[in-house]
Nanobody, 123 residues
Framework: QVQLAETGGGSVQAGGSLRLSCAAS????????MAWFRQAPGKEREGVAR???????MYLNSVKGRFTISRDNAKNTLYLQMNSLKPEDTAVYYC?????????????????WGQGTQVTVSS
């Protein structure tokens, strides 16, 4: 059973940066698609960035140019570097692992989820 644990959340002012980490324990596949999702209060969870097993990266339009997803297979860790943060980025951020190499932002692809980490951006 894979367990995912996010760290790195916190409170920052607009324009600031945070780096989220997602450490995977248990059996993991370096070729599995992994992604970051977020859920703001009163809103549905949405996909923010994903990295599939072939190295293809996709971003939510509103974070393009500001967020960068990456993974270190040797450390079984997924990252999300978030720069130029805006108040609308405030949400609980989750990492997720799919059970396949290729995926979309559809949650049906993802079988393992972390517990989430809070990101709060003040204006």
């Amino acid at each position: 059973q894979v367990q995912l644990a996010e760290t790195g959340g916190g409170s920052v002012q607009a324009g600031g940066s945070l780096r989220l980490s997602c450490a995977a324990s248990g059996y993991t596949s370096s070729s599995a698609c992994m992604a970051w999702f977020r859920q703001a209060p009163g809103k549905e969870r949405e996909g923010v960035a994903r990295l599939d097993g072939a190295g293809l990266i996709m971003y939510l339009n509103s974070v393009k140019g500001r967020f960068t997803i990456s993974r270190d297979n040797a450390k079984n860790t997924l990252y999300l570097q978030m720069n130029s943060l805006k108040p609308e980025d405030t949400a609980v951020y989750y990492c997720a692992e799919a059970n396949q190499r290729y995926c979309s932002f559809s949650e049906r692809h993802y079988v393992n989820w972390g517990q989430g980490t809070q990101v709060t951006v003040s204006s």
